[in-house]
Every structure is written in C-alpha cells, then in structure tokens.
C-alpha cells in the first residue's frame, strides 16, 4: 500500500520560513519524481515544485528564489523548504509522486500565513 505523509504545516506570520517533510512508503522511492502541490479555498490545485529521480528540479515562477525542494532517497523523504513567505502561500500542500504514468498523492498539510 502507498502511503505519503505530509507533515510540517502551520500558521507563520508574513516573512517566516517552515519546511514541509512527505515520507513515502509503498513505492521505490529513488526512481519516483516527487512533487509539491498547492491548493488554496475557491481555486485548482497547482504544482509548486518537482525533483526527477537524478535531483533536477523545477519550480512554479510565483516561488523561484523562494523555496527549495530536495529530497533524502535513504529516507524516502522529500522536503520543501519556504522562506519569505507571503499570505498568498496560504494553502493546504500535497506531495505527489509520479513514476510510468501512475502517480500517488498524500493527504495533505495546512500552511497558514497571517499575522
């Protein structure tokens, strides 16, 4: 059964940082690209950022320079890393991971950005 749990959301102010964590089970996590999503109220789920199985990575223009993804294959784990962020990044985040045109998705993480 394939599992990705999200964890490290939370309410920041404007400005702060929090890094999110997806650990994954049931797959063959190196060979997996693995991607974060965004899904705020009222408005379609979107890709914020994605790592290939060899490390490369790309990021939607509304975080570049912003926030980082990176991923721990002896873990299993992938992370994002957001620094500076704004209220606009308020969303509940997915982490998603994509292989031979089956992807999975996990339940998702509440980030919160207000003061």
Same mark, same amino acid.
């Given at each position: 059964?394939?599992?990705?749990v999200e964890?490290?959301?939370?309410?920041? @102010?404007?400005g &702060?940082? +929090?890094?999110?964590?997806?650990?994954?089970s049931?797959?063959?996590?190196?060979?997996?690209?693995?991607?974060?999503? $965004?899904?705020?109220?009222? #408005?379609?789920?979107e890709l %914020?950022a994605g790592?290939?199985?060899?490390?490369? =990575?790309n990021?939607?223009?509304? %975080? #570049? &320079? $912003?926030?980082?993804?990176? $991923?721990d294959?002896? #873990?299993?784990?992938? !992370?994002?890393?957001?620094?500076? +962020? #704004?209220?606009?990044?308020?969303a509940? !985040?997915?982490?998603n991971?994509?292989?031979?045109?089956?992807? !999975?998705?996990?339940?998702?993480t @509440? %980030? =919160? %950005?207000?003061?």
């Amino acid at each position: 059964q394939v599992q990705l749990v999200e964890s490290g959301g939370g309410l920041v @102010q404007p400005g &702060g940082s +929090l890094r999110l964590s997806c650990a994954a089970s049931g797959i063959i996590f190196s060979i997996n690209t693995m991607g974060w999503y $965004r899904q705020a109220p009222g #408005k379609e789920r979107e890709l %914020v950022a994605g790592i290939t199985s060899f490390g490369s =990575t790309n990021y939607a223009d509304f %975080v #570049k &320079g $912003r926030f980082t993804i990176s $991923r721990d294959n002896a #873990k299993s784990t992938v !992370y994002l890393q957001m620094n500076s +962020l #704004k209220s606009e990044d308020t969303a509940v !985040y997915f982490c998603n991971s994509y292989r031979a045109g089956l992807q !999975y998705w996990g339940q998702g993480t @509440q %980030v =919160t %950005v207000s003061s």
